[in-house]
């Protein structure tokens, strides 16, 4: 009888993740990515222009962007949500 149930669990399962396309995850994620990107090139300016000129994505490592921006948002007392929007902007920067 176990065996059954696991069987049809199974197949339940398997039906069930037909529905997680995997292309259409990652054109979510890369839609979710752009978004973010606009948001941080909108915030840039509030948060860190009034200190900072404009630097290029490429000047930093992906890793750096992250421990600058960890040591950022302490001194500025900026939202996550915000500092996820800017770290996408300067790390989508790189060419």
Known sequence: MNVRKIAWL??????????????????????????????????????CAQCHNARPGSEFAPYQWDQIMMHMRGLSNMPAENARAILEYLKGGRE
């Open 10 to 47: 199974l197949v339940a399962l398997v039906i069930g993740m037909g529905g997680l396309h995997p292309g259409a995850v990652y054109a979510q994620k890369e839609a979710d990515k752009r978004q973010l990107f606009r948001e941080g090139a909108r915030l840039w300016p509030v948060y």
